[in-house]
């Protein structure tokens, strides 16, 4: 049996202002953010408030669709910054996505971006799901999370159709497949 458990909007907020407040006290300045689409785009703008950098998107295909976890073979570049537009070469950029899961497609993405000849990397993600990762990241990318979480299926309020009933689960906490 499979737990979920519900966001609202308000509590993503919080957690990503406290991103940024890490962010910040780490002391790199990050010239800006590469969100992986779908789940990166919205606390990419989110940190934008706080961080008042500019927002590129790369989209990959790895899950087969939002509400399970069945996967590809393989990460796919679907939308890619190829080539990397000059303000951007050889400067600091944050890779942002809503989940740190399995680690698959945060790692083809660093990958990818290693080899585009950027000065630093970090990540932020709002949730790191405390479960083993089929990757290491690299030693000289920071790493900022929100929260830590146990294996649960998450419940976004971007991925909501209605939005009361998703903020009635999440007042009420974590719930079984069963409920």
Aim: a negative charge.
């Amino acid at each position: 049996m499979a737990q979920k458990i519900w966001y609202t909007y308000d509590d993503i907020h919080r957690t990503v202002k406290h991103i940024a407040q890490k962010i910040n006290e780490a002391g790199v300045k990050y010239d800006a953010m590469i969100a992986i689409g779908g789940g990166g785009f919205i606390p990419a703008r989110m940190l934008r408030t706080f961080l008042d950098i500019p927002i590129y998107a790369v989209t990959t295909a790895y899950y087969l669709n939002e509400t399970d976890s069945q996967t590809t073979d393989a990460v796919q570049k679907i939308q890619w910054l190829d080539p990397i537009p000059t303000e951007l070469q050889g400067k600091n950029v944050l890779v942002v996505d809503e989940v740190d899961d399995s680690r698959t497609t945060m790692r083809f993405v660093l990958d990818e971006l290693e080899r585009d000849g950027f000065k630093k990397i970090g990540v932020a993600v709002i949730h790191n799901k405390l479960k083993p990762k089929v990757a290491e990241l690299p030693a000289d990318v920071a790493y900022f999370s929100g929260v830590e979480i146990e294996d649960w299926w998450i419940n976004y309020p971007w991925d909501a159709t209605d939005i009361e009933a998703h903020n009635c689960r999440a007042a009420a906490g974590v719930h079984s497949d069963e409920e």
